[in-house]
């Protein structure tokens, strides 16, 4: 697998003044078979839960995607976390183009994540 570890602000929600917080590092592919890759170290408080939505890099062009080993996240094909969804744990779907006939290939706006 091939990934360039990139922090992307657009995508990076920060929860000033939290004493807890926990990184929900997700892969994220524009391609499939885990190619042009960045990792997106989402931060939120203990426990997860919280809602992010995808930068412009990514909303909507996702073909490969996983969270960190021992995480789970929930992706939505909209923005706050609403409509449709799917969750995995690591690793995740090398090729969403032939996951249920492509129904989330390059639809992702948002996901929610999980430590477990």
């Known amino acids: 697998m091939k990934f ?3 922090f992307i602000s657009s995508a990076f929600v920060a929860f000033a003044g939290l004493a807890a917080a926990e990184n929900y590092p997700v892969y994220a592919c524009v391609d499939i078979n885990w190619q042009n890759c960045v990792k997106v170290d989402f931060q ?5 839960g919280t809602c992010w939505n995808f930068g ?3 909303h909507d062009k996702i073909s490969s ?3 960190d080993p021992g995480n789970y996240c929930i992706f939505y094909v909209d923005i706050n976390c609403s409509g449709d969804s799917i969750g995995t744990g690591s690793p995740g779907w090398g090729n ?7 129904k989330w290939n390059d ?3 948002s996901v929610k994540c999980w430590k477990g």
């Open 96 to 102: 969403l183009a032939t996951l249920q006939g492509g």
């Open 65 to 67: 995607v996983g969270p």
């Open 44 to 48: 939120g408080p203990s426990g997860g």
């Open 4 to 6: 360039s570890t990139a």
């Open 107 to 109: 639809k992702f706006s």
């Open 56 to 58: 412009d890099n990514l």
